[in-house]
């Protein structure tokens, strides 16, 4: 389903977005160090490791820059003109 966006920010953009996935990168580091001692996906996720359950992707303006959610974008997409 498509839906209109524009800029919560510059409120003038509403056809130039950057749509930012988000890809978690689960690991396990050293406490002290740092260093990564375990690299998981999410099958093999260790059970009390919480899964990330953000957003799918983020938006970036293509005009402004500002970067929100996709749900603010597509709220003031979906708000009458001024
Ligand atoms: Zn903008």
């Given at each position: 389903m498509a839906i209109p966006y524009r800029c919560?920010?510059?409120?003038?953009?509403?056809?130039r977005f950057n749509f930012i996935q988000q890809v978690p990168a689960y690991m396990k580091i050293h406490p002290?160090?740092?260093?990564?001692i375990e690299e998981y996906t999410s099958e093999n996720l260790e059970a009390y490791h919480f899964k990330y359950s953000g957003p799918q992707y983020k938006l970036q303006c293509g005009t402004c820059g500002s970067i929100g959610e996709e749900q603010s974008f597509a709220a003031f997409g979906s708000m009458n003109q001024p």
């Open positions: 919560p920010n510059c409120k003038t953009n509403r056809s002290e160090t740092g260093e990564i």
